[in-house]
């Protein structure tokens, strides 16, 4: 069993409460400080109270995401929400002053405390009094997207299943039962969309004013300062747009050709994108949540030991929640406990491969949580999501050549590998939609539904619109962007994704070519947390921090050719 660090600052029976947390934070403020020592040791304690506050709200939202209908849980969440956060803003804020007033801050190692010194001046820089009331709402309001969508289900054959495991039909053989359970899924959703489409036009007005507080002409570009991009800009992003529609899409137009011919199909549709192209039943790499754990250690354990004796570690705590449910919100994470040192993993599996992905996918956010838990403060294991990404996304292809722990078939792991290189390339326009489509909803600020909507089209269609005719399922496709809950609840949040499958991509073919030291590297680069910067991160990992035409072009290609091999 694990347990949580003991405390050397905070009472170890600290009620989570404000009466309880203020004095902390008072104590912090006024804190005498008269050496570097003095303040490392300052530091040190803050990071302790906030640990604490982080592992309070992880278990509230763990909760209430895992029983989304029920009422309490709602209640304990949204009261650290309204009641503790916004409470907590102004103090930290002070702290922050603190901190880059202190006669001392420039006796502080520079190698050990750049990364978190240039986050916590940022910080400073966006702060707004104003803003505190209004990002509490964000948060309360963003969370009705995990109600709405936790309440879908549709009914095939006289059963109720959730969309995740109604989806599951959409890669059998019949074709005619593929498009009724298509539409099915897709007229449920869109039964809510305009309920969607309010929550958003709220969401989207809220975080407006946001900027506007803190001296910004847009959200977009308020949020490239808050979530720290130093690395990169707009102009950037939109380049690896460019850079994907033109090395990426082509390829998947090829692969989607030879679908349609595989399948003798005169026209792909959307209910012909998952089925398997060889007419076999759809891959079942594990039966039930529990296997799907057992398997996925084993899987990690060949690895290397201490990898698979992590997940071993998550299991024996009860850190997994894996299978779907009417009622549990959509979607999967990782979830670090920030004082106990390891994560919790939720996900909806229904038996699928896909749900395979996703548990390896988590497994490596875990492995990266467990290796930086006795990183010396609490802010140096909050890593960039193009660092976080990494580690998931690489883990989903070096696990591959185990896959043998799920399939006992040859041609069945062979079918495996070559759907999740396809995933990976697939992957990536959907990304670059989704960011360019955000980038367009928060420079256009004042714009109608049917206006977004036309932007969504026109953003989505030329990266191959899923290389599906959508003749007569406009309005389906219209609100295609409904579905993706980064777009509600973690906004701009997405682009890291394709900035780390180039990544782990690259971190595949050097393990593939040297499997000890690629680990290796790997496991370095995941070691650091956040104390480099993404450059300098990927490089300890033995890769690039690159995102152009050229590097897009030379890692497709790769990819291709070990599909080839398939």
């Known amino acids: 069993m694990i347990h949580k660090k003991t405390r050397t600052y905070i009472p170890a029976d600290l009620d989570m409460n404000w009466e309880a947390l203020e004095p902390l934070f008072k104590e912090l403020c006024n804190r005498t400080i008269n050496s570097a020592e ?19 709200f992880a278990w509230r939202y763990i909760r209430m ?113 593929r498009q009724e359970v298509w539409e099915k899924i897709s007229f449920r959703r869109l039964r809510d969309k305009d309920k969607l489409n309010e929550l958003f036009d709220h969401l989207r007005e809220l975080r407006h004013k946001v900027a506007l507080n803190a001296g910004f002409e847009n959200f977009r570009d308020y949020m490239f300062q808050a979530l720290g991009r130093f690395d990169y800009t707009p102009q950037d992003c939109y380049a690896f747009h460019e850079a994907i529609e033109k090395e990426i899409v082509p390829i998947l137009k090829e692969q989607a050709d030879k679908r349609k011919a595989a399948l003798g199909l005169d026209t792909l549709r959307p209910w012909d994108l998952d089925v398997d192209v060889s007419g076999k039943p759809a891959l079942k790499p594990f039966n039930g949540g ?57 996900m909806n599996s229904a038996n699928t491969f896909r749900d395979l992905t996703t548990m390896v996918h988590e497994g490596g956010h875990a492995v990266h949580t467990f290796l930086t838990a006795d990183l010396e403060l609490n802010d140096f294991k909050h890593c960039p999501s193009e660092v976080a990404e990494l580690a998931s996304m690489s883990m989903e292809l070096i696990s591959m050549d185990n896959w043998n722990v799920y399939f006992d078939n040859e041609e069945d792991l062979k079918r495996a590998k070559r759907d999740q290189l396809f995933d990976v390339l697939k992957t990536l326009p959907w990304v670059a939609v989704v960011d360019q489509f955000q980038h367009w909803i928060y420079t ?19 990266f191959g619109a899923g290389f599906a005719d959508w003749g007569g399922l406009e309005e389906a496709e219209a609100n295609l962007w409904q579905k993706q809950l980064h777009i509600f609840e973690v906004p701009f949040y997405y682009i890291e994704y394709g900035m780390a499958q180039l990544g782990a991509i690259a971190v595949w073919k050097n393990y593939k070519e040297n499997p000890e030291k690629g680990l290796e590297q790997y496991l370095d680069a995941l070691k650091l947390g956040y104390t480099k910067t993404i450059k300098e991160i990927y490089e300890t990992a033995g890769i690039k921090f690159d995102f152009s035409a050229g590097y897009v072009k030379e890692l497709a290609e790769f990819v291709k050719g070990e599909m080839d091999k398939l």
Not at 38 to 54: C, G, Q
Not at 293 to 299: A, L, N
Not at 320 to 336: C, L, T, W
């Open 38 to 56: 003095e303040l490392e040791h300052w530091l040190k304690d803050r990071s302790e109270l906030e640990a604490a506050i982080e592992e309070d």
């Open 65 to 177: 995401t895992c029983d989304t209908a029920n009422e309490d849980l709602l209640e304990k969440f949204q009261y650290f929400a309204t009641e503790i956060e916004p409470k907590i803003a102004p103090y930290s804020n002070e702290l922050n002053k603190k901190l880059v007033a202190s006669q001392y801050v420039d006796e502080l190692d520079e190698e050990k405390f750049f990364i978190y010194l240039r986050g916590v001046k940022k910080s400073l820089e966006l702060f707004r009094e104003e803003n505190i009331p209004i990002q509490t709402e964000i948060q309360v309001e963003q969370q009705k997207y995990q109600g709405i969508s936790g309440a879908l289900s549709v009914e095939i054959d006289g059963k109720e299943f959730t969309l995740e495991q109604a989806a599951v039909f959409l890669k059998g053989t019949d074709r005619a039962k």
């Open 290 to 346: 529990a296997e799907l754990i057992e398997k996925s250690i084993q899987c990690f354990r060949n690895i290397n030991s201490y990898l698979g004796e992590r997940l071993e570690i998550m299991k024996d705590n009860g850190l997994f929640d894996v299978e779907s449910r009417k009622g549990k919100a959509p979607g999967g994470y990782n979830y670090p406990l920030s004082e106990t040192g390891a994560p919790f993993i939720f």
């Open 444 to 462: 256009n600020p004042g714009h109608t539904d049917a206006e977004r909507t036309e932007a969504w089209i026109q953003i989505y269609e030329p």
